[in-house]
């Protein structure tokens, strides 16, 4: 199993931008995807985007494209994800996961994830 610590969480006014970091420790295979889904209150768990280990392939949910980017430097074991234009429905405790298989990421079922961090966002 992989062990996730998120950072960077914080409060920010509609229109900025946050970059939130992963680390990733323990086993993470080549063919591990890694991403972030997010929480807010009241609401479900919205997968937000996800990062094969190699970096090759990405993919986002439509609500965050063309405003946030996932990336990873892997001789760190790090994902981050920057946040760009940000608007108050971003707002919510934010979750780094993990796992080999992609569909797990979306569907709520990946294997590890952190303690997430908060995302706050003001009109």
């Known amino acids: 199993q992989v062990q996730l610590v998120e950072s960077g969480g914080g409060v920010v006014q509609a229109g900025g931008s946050l970059r939130l970091s992963c680390e990733a420790s323990?086993?993470?295979?080549?063919?591990?995807?890694m991403g972030w889904f997010r929480q807010a209150p009241m609401k479900e768990r919205e997968f937000v985007a996800a990062i094969r280990w190699n970096g090759f392939s990405t993919y986002y949910a439509d609500s965050v494209k063309g405003r946030f980017t996932i990336y990873r430097v892997n001789d760190k074991n790090m994902v981050y994800l920057q946040m760009n234009s940000l608007k108050p429905e971003d707002t919510a405790v934010y979750y780094c996961?993990?796992?080999?298989?992609?569909?797990?990421?979306?569907?709520?079922?990946?294997?590890?994830w952190g303690q997430g961090t908060q995302v706050t966002v003001s009109s």
């Open positions: 323990g086993r993470a295979s080549s063919n591990y995807y």
């Open positions: 996961e993990a796992d080999e298989i992609m569909h797990r990421l979306r569907d709520g079922s990946s294997s590890s």
